[in-house]
């Protein structure tokens, strides 16, 4: 059985023992996650979708860790200006394992 629930603005296909890292959730390590956006719910009985999400489906994760993506670079320059600008980003994410699908 799989799900495809919605979290962060993102829309992720999940299945239980995935890890996967979303937009950062607030809880600690070991905390567990509930997320009630389901959008689909498949499985070899068929596909069911909601409008715009499952009723009464959830999906069960852990948190695993709270940690920051790898730097991105954002460098901007114009030619025979001397205009050089240089800025970094981390973003900060939640990595999480999907534990249960309740349909």
């Keep these: 059985m799989y799900a495809v629930i919605e979290t962060g603005g993102k829309q992720y296909r999940v299945q ?3 890890e996967l890292c979303v937009e950062r959730l607030t809880g600690e ?3 567990e996650i509930v ?7 498949g499985g070899e ?15 069960k994760a852990e948190v695993l860790a709270q940690d920051r ?3 991105v670079l954002v460098f901007k320059f114009k030619s025979k200006k001397n205009y ?3 800025r970094g980003h981390r973003q900060y ?3 999480i394992r999907i534990r249960e699908i309740n349909p």
Aim: proline share 3%.
């Design 29 to 31: 390590a070991g905390d």
């Design 69 to 71: 993506a790898k730097k």
């Design 93 to 95: 994410f939640t990595k």
């Design 84 to 86: 050089r600008r240089m």
């Design 16 to 18: 239980v023992g995935d």
């Design 35 to 41: 997320f009630d956006r389901v959008l689909m719910l």
């Design 45 to 59: 009985e068929g596909a069911k979708f909601g409008t715009p999400f499952v009723e009464g489906a959830d999906v």
